[in-house]
């Protein structure tokens, strides 16, 4: 089925992008050290995982707060069924949006995100006296990366539990409803912090789709109103480019067994673009498939 999600590898696109293999090796080097740093003893009980926890962590604000832990903590983690779970969600969800938003952009995005968990678990926990602790992970950044996917791929389909269909827009709902009623419980999961992501990353992906750049220059132009006939039929030809081989084939569709041209008009070329964006080029039928190849001839 065309709207089932799986990772991707059309037009160019890299399973292991470079902001996302980056990510997993930062994360893994600090885990490492973090492991090594608990066997490690500088005196009186206390041991360099310790010290790292100190001064990396999140810290509440008033017991030993420095505005880097903002960033740091999300690169440290409690165990390896913590990070495994996170690095996972984050290639999962973020290797498609990083290929069509640049690297640059996806991860001015994911420490935005972080940053926002981080300042939501160090001002809301107090003020619903919650017992206070050192924040680590990077859960708060994956969720914004969670929502971005939500909202740019709301009917492609996820597997819960590896065999459940369940469409983006629905799995993201109900996972931020869950967060939401896990607050009174407590526990060691910060789930204000994940809140405090996936509400920057709603609002960043609001403010991207008003601006007409939510999708990035992968699609730019197809998306905005603003865009004309011209800009959507070099997106087209751009795009083909990148597809030789379906270029190619497309030579032999025919639209309705007529070799006539058919007009084309703005609105069909920005409707199958945003079908590209949400199911990939090969889901195209070949109608479709004809349009596209047409008008990328027409801007050569």
Not at 44 to 65: K, N
Not at 85 to 102: H, K, R, V
Not at 121 to 133: G, H, K, V, Y
Not at 203 to 208: A, E, F, M, Q, R
Request: with cysteine.
């Amino acid at each position: 089925m065309s709207d089932y999600y799986r990772p991707s590898g059309f037009g160019g696109f890299s399973y292991f992008p470079p902001v996302i293999k980056n990510l997993f090796i930062i994360n893994g080097v600090v885990f490492v050290f973090q492991m090594i740093g608990q066997q490690i003893g500088i005196g009186d009980g206390i041991t360099l995982s310790d010290v790292l926890t100190r001064y990396f962590a999140l810290i509440p604000i008033g017991y030993g707060f420095y505005p880097w832990q903002l960033i740091t903590y999300q690169f440290m983690h409690g165990g390896f069924m913590h990070i495994a779970l996170n690095m996972f969600a984050l290639w999962m969800f973020g290797m498609e949006i990083e290929n069509i938003w640049g690297s640059k952009k996806f991860l001015i995005f994911y420490l935005t995100c972080g940053v926002a968990a981080g300042i939501a678990q160090l001002i809301f926990p107090p003020l619903l006296n919650e017992a206070l602790a050192p924040t680590i992970g990077a859960s708060g950044a994956i969720m914004g990366v969670l929502i971005a996917f939500g909202m740019l791929f709301p009917n492609r389909y996820i597997f819960l539990y590896f065999f459940i269909p369940l469409k983006a827009k629905y799995f993201v709902a109900i996972y931020i409803l869950i967060e939401f009623f896990s607050i009174p419980s407590g526990g060691d999961v910060a789930h204000l912090a994940h809140l405090g992501g996936a509400l920057a990353g709603f609002i960043y992906i609001l403010y991207d789709k008003k601006r007409g750049t939510m999708y990035g220059n992968y699609f730019q132009g197809s998306t905005t109103k603003k865009s004309n006939i011209f800009d959507s039929l070099k997106n087209a030809s751009n795009f083909i480019r990148n597809r030789k081989y379906d270029a190619e084939d497309a030579n032999y569709y025919e639209i309705n067994g007529d070799k006539k041209e058919e007009e084309v008009s703005q609105a069909d070329i920005d409707k199958i673009l945003d079908k590209i964006s949400q199911s990939g080029y090969q889901n195209l039928t070949d109608r479709e498939k004809k349009i596209l190849f047409e008008a990328s001839k027409k801007m050569k």
